[in-house]
Each structure stands twice: as structure tokens, then as C-alpha cells.
């Protein structure tokens, strides 16, 4: 049938209800892709598709081509609050200077809100100490209001434990898109390296460390972040973290991007294998005061199977090797204790169960010599520390009988903390008294060509929308294997355990597709359930809306 003008009639097509206010004032289609739509990535302008609370919540089951942030009513209420006012919905963490909030879009505010209720819970239970990172949110929060690059690894680091918790592949993507540009904007840090910006590319440097899932990755940003560590000592006493790098700063002569291994002995691996099986009877004497502590007790059980596993595996010979086999560990560490320390607070029974956690990443320092000790043991001592203290606290006669024996069982963990301080002081020693043998530090110039050829691996290009530009942190279509190459946290193949808008589950069970093909396998690799399926960590005692305070009930995966 001819047109108007006797051609060929114009083709139909289905008009976009959904799409940018950028393509409808362009009178063009919206292909409504997530979180920048392609006509305004073509353009290189911002797209504003993600302002909209309600547009990011899948219309149904079937349809879940928006990230699930878990929103609720009144996570949403709180954000459109906080939109209108600007008025930070946290003032106990305070934030100073605080970033434009109105600057952001609403789907930055609730990445925002979710580690914020998360640290505000802990700082409000005086528990912030107990944990890797929920100490030090506010001031990363602080930092971002003068360097966007930090604000997106703090989107980055959200997104990546929301993408964790509710197996959406799409909040992994919103992950991505986050982690390219503050990668970018670290780069651009370290060019221009002073102390005005040094805060900012270290808490940058960190929060995208916390997330690696590769060897290489991690390594390139933990040797960044000792370079960094070390220009920062003229003024290091001026900066906002301080305690940070009065505590964490590495050996001398620890070089993570060797990926030569370092030789143990047969006497090492004995000595190795008995301190598994050490951790392994203390945390078989736990259990049987855990038999009212469901969620505890699984944990426990988790750890146990974890530890079997190692004793079963080969010695690992790579460092490569040895950051797979502790992944799992690592992953566990940053999660576990904000959930069980959220359901419980300051329950004796989490505290003894959370201090073994922290107490077998000391204790495989040993077995793991060329990463253990920046991979988990070092963020592992302080918690490790303050639960020790609060747990010998409980030895007090005031406390019922069951209590104190509680207070006890600490007694390997406190051992643990002994030893590895002896052997922390005495490779000081060492380093301090024999010359380097290794070459010298890398200097901020190769640490940002490393960066720089890092981005070139993972084909960084003009476009930023991972979901259909090549992603420069490797991510794959749905239902295609991991590939350990991506630099940031994995999301773990499962059942959805939330519904459209991020509703609780009460069925959701733990299922794994993945073969187990090795004791431990690569990061990816899901690790199958060692006892029951998983529950949701928060949902002990309580309803499933969540707390007052808008922290979402979220379940832990292996």
C-alpha cells in the first residue's frame, strides 16, 4: 500500500512508553537500555533513564531487564526524602564535607543508602569495629564529594554486594559500569598524583582491590595501593587514614605481581596442615553451644567444609593458586559479620563464631605466603582484636553460666592474633636487616601503566553501557561461565531469592548447576552447600521487612 506521497508506506513500530527524556525530546526511539541507553552513549551524553525509582523496578518475573536494588516503600520514600531535601538520611555517621546529593540520580542515592544503613546499623550497635570495611564507609563518603572517581567505586562496591545478594546479572552490570569509570578516574588520579588527591586515590585504590575476583587484577591494585602508601609518608600523619596506613602498610619487599611462588617446605606443608586441623577442633567444640543458633551454626558448618577442602587440595604453587583457593574465605569475611552481627548485635554466640572467621584467616597466613597476608590476614586483626576484648568481657561473673563458657572459646583465636603478631614482627625484623633482593617499588608511573594496560586487556572503549559495549571487567552473557579474568566481586549462579521489587523470598533454597571438578577451583566457582541450603542471614527473629532504619534483610551465598 503506497504513502502519502505514493512511496512505499512507512513501517510500524512500537513506541517507547519507558525511554530517556534525552531521546523523547530527539522525537528518536529509546532502546531503554540499562543504565545508559545507546543513543545517549553514541552522543556522549548522560542519560537520565535511571532517575526514576519505579523505572528500575522490573514490571514482573518475566521481565527483569532492570537491576534489583531490593527497594521497598520505605527505602523509597526515604530516597525521594533525600532527593527533595538534600538532607542526608545518616547524620550519626557524619559525613563532612558531604557530597551534592541532588547531583546524583536516584538509582545512585539508594547505592548509597544501602552500605549507609549498613554501616549506620553497625556504628548504632557499636559493632563497626568487628567488621573489614563499615568503619571506614564515612569516610570514603566524605572523600567522594571532591573526586567522582571514589563516588563510583562506592557505587562500584555497592552494586556488587546487592548483585551478590539478590543474583541479578543486571545489578552486576549497573556493578561494571561503576567500577569502569572509577578505574578510569583512578587513572586519571594517579597522572595528576599530589597530596591534595592522595586520600582519594588510595579509598579508591582499596574499594576496588575489596572487589577483585582475579589474581591479577587484585595485584595490580594492592601494589598501586603500597606505592601510593609509601608516597603518602611525608604527610601520612595529615591524612584521613592515618590508622589505615600505620596498619596496613606492606613489607618492603613484598612484590604481589611475582607470579613466582614461594617454596614451602615438607615440614611447612606438616606444620600447615596440623594448624588446619587445629581450626578444625575449635570450631568442633563450638558447636555443640551453637544448637539454638541456627544460622550460626550453619556457618560454622560452612567454615569446617571450607577447611576440609583446603586439607584435601594440593599445595597450592602460584600465587594465582593460592588467591583461589582463599577467595572464598575473603568473600565470607566482608559479608558474613554485617549479617550476623545485624540479626544478632552483640550476641555472644555471633562474636565466638565471627572471631574463628577472623582467626583462620590469621592462621592460613602461613600456607598462603605470597597473599594471604594483604588478601585477608592483615584486615582480619583488628575485628579480630575488638571481638576478643568484647567476648572476655563476658568472663564477668554478672553473666549467667552459659555465657561465660561462651567467653572461653575464644581461646584459639587469641592464640591466633599472638602468633601472628610474633611472625608479622620478626618478618620486619627481617626485611629491615637484609637488603631487597627483588627489584624496588614500583613507582606511580609504572602503577599507572599497569592500569593502563589493564584497561587496554578489558577492551575499555568510548562506550560506558556494559550492556552491549564490551565491559573492561570481562562480563559475560547470562548463562555463560565467569570468567576469573574480571576484576570485580562475582555474582554466584543461583536461584533468585527476591522477587520483582526485592521482596523477601520465604522459599528461596541454594541450588548449584556448577560441576565441582576440584577441591577448590576458581574464584567463580560456586561452592556447593556443606549442610542445609542457605537462609537468609537476617531473618533469624525477625519479619522480613527489614529494620526501621531501611537495612534490607539480605541473604549471604557462598
Known sequence: MAG???????????????GCKTCKRRHIRCDETFPQCRNCTKHQVRCDYMDSPTAMMPESPQSPQQPNLLWTPEIEATIELWRQTGEFPFPELRVYPQPQWRSLTTVDLRLVHHLSSISNEMFRNRTSKSTLWTDMMPKFLSIAANHPFVMHSILAFSASHLAWISQSTETRNLAFYHASLALKGLHDGITNFTKLNSDAVLASSLLLAWQATDWRGWASLVTGTKTVIQSMQPWRHESLFADYIAEHTPMPNRHFMNPISTPISPDAR????????????????????????????????????????LRASNQPQTPEEQFNQLYALRKWLFWVPISLLAAKRGDVNVLVVLAHFYATALALEPMFPDVASVFVADLSLRPLEEINQLVQGFQDPRYDSRIQTMSYLVQFPIDMVSSYKTRREWLRQQTSTVPPMLPPAYALETINLDIENQIAQYSYGQSLSPAFAPSPLTFLPPGMASSPSSPYLEVPRSVDAYGAAGSYASTSSYVSTSSYASPMGSPATVLPPYSAPQEHAFAFGMQSGGYPSGFVATPIWT
Open 270 to 309: 606438616r606444620d600447615q596442615l596440623n594448624t588446619l586441623v587445629d581450626i578444625h577442633a575449635s570450631l568442633t567444640r563450638l558447636q555443640p553451644y551453637l544448637v539454638r543458633n541456627d544460622q550460626e551454626s550453619k556457618w560454622v558448618d560452612q567454615l569446617k567444609g571450607y577447611l576440609d577442602r
Open 4 to 18: 502519502p506521497g505514493g512511496g512505499p508506506s512507512r513501517r510500524s513500530h512500537t513506541k517507547s512508553r519507558k
